[in-house]
């Protein structure tokens, strides 16, 4: 009974009328209506466009990717993750005792992350980085990617990143001007 706007060409697939019905009608205890819209580039288009087009692959882990096979988590914090293309790449080197925890402000990302990739243990929700609602030490290990250039107040983000990581986080910082091939975990400081 409502018109609305999607500024999205969703491609008709298994739960979209499910998301699309979250759009507009919330069915979640926190208020979907007062969470700000955004539409992040999703990853499951991306990986269909040629390869000098694709903004995500799993090159840009690689630093990330050397902290989990190394650390073996059992409760990662995604913080920012958007549509769950972090996740995406990253699900296969995850252990199946690791719990997954996907947050960010974007209502609409969460919903397709939701749609996308959740299950048993892995989980995403509506969530600012700025105030994140999980107890201190609760992850073994956090990380934000893509997130810190665009918050109103980044110490903070990275002050509530160390407050829910019992062994540290891992926040990857880059300029748009030009793609950074060689990020490395340094295992000894970890």
């Given amino acids: 009974s409502k018109s609305i706007l999607l500024n999205e060409i969703i491609n008709y ?20 209506d007062s ?5 992040q580039y999703d990853v499951n288009y991306d990986q269909n466009f040629p390869d000098k087009l694709k903004g995500y692959s799993e090159e840009i882990f690689n630093a990330l990717i050397s902290i989990i096979k190394y650390m ?13 293309s972090n996740y995406y790449f990253l699900k296969k080197y995850l252990d199946k005792k690791t719990f997954y925890t996907g947050i960010d402000t974007a209502r609409y990302s969460v919903i397709k992350a939701l749609d996308y ?14 105030k994140i609602e999980f107890p201190d030490n609760f992850f073994s290990l956090s990380f934000t990617e893509s997130v810190l250039p665009y918050i109103y107040d980044p110490i903070k983000a990275l002050k509530e990143l160390y407050r829910v990581s019992k062994n540290g986080f891992y926040a990857a ?11 490395k975990f340094n295992k000894k400081t970890l």
């Fill in 13 to 32: 697939r298994k739960n979209d009328i499910f998301r699309i019905f979250k759009l507009i009608n919330p069915l979640s205890e926190k208020s979907f």
């Fill in 117 to 130: 990739y959740e299950n048993d243990k892995d989980k995403f929700h509506i969530c600012d980085i700025m």
């Fill in 173 to 183: 910082l880059y300029t748009t001007d030009e793609k950074i091939t060689d990020r």
């Fill in 35 to 39: 969470q700000p819209i955004s539409i």
């Fill in 72 to 84: 073996k988590p059992d409760r990662i914090l995604d913080a920012g993750c958007g549509a769950g």
